[in-house]
């Protein structure tokens, strides 16, 4: 089992910057060993992927959010980030982690999700 928590999520202004940390614990050896990343959901709108590490650590964006949003994660503290700089009033949307335990293919875990709302 991985728990994931996510905090961060709050109102920002367009332009601003905002960073939003997904905490994981459980049952797993190290973030290292698990796909992790960002999905995004607005109302009225499917999930969608925003940024994740794939296998060996690769990077992958949503393009709406490529030079503007960065993921970033530390093995020390089980926690994984979104760095969103520059955010835009359509990046509004309840966020959400995701972990994919490589040794479990198939089984994929999410938080419980953060809002964010890009206003003025």
């Known amino acids: 089992q991985v728990q994931l928590v996510e905090s961060g999520g709050g109102l920002v202004q367009p332009g601003g910057s905002l960073r939003l940390s997904c905490a994981a614990s459980?049952?797993?050896?190290?973030?290292?060993?698990?796909?992790m990343g960002w999905y995004r959901q607005a109302p009225g709108k499917q999930r969608e992927l925003v940024a994740g590490?794939?296998?060996?650590?690769?990077?992958n964006y949503a393009d709406s959010v490529k030079g503007r949003f960065t993921i970033a994660r530390d093995n020390t503290k089980n926690t994984i980030y979104l760095q969103m700089n520059s955010p835009k009033p359509e990046d509004t949307a309840i966020y959400f982690c995701?972990?994919?335990?490589?040794?479990?293919?198939?089984?994929?875990?999410w938080g419980q999700g953060t809002q964010v709302t890009v206003s003025s």
């Open positions: 459980g049952s797993f050896s190290s973030i290292y060993s698990m796909d």
């Open positions: 995701y972990a994919d335990p490589t040794v479990n293919p198939g089984r994929r875990y």
């Open positions: 590490f794939g296998p060996f650590g690769i990077t």
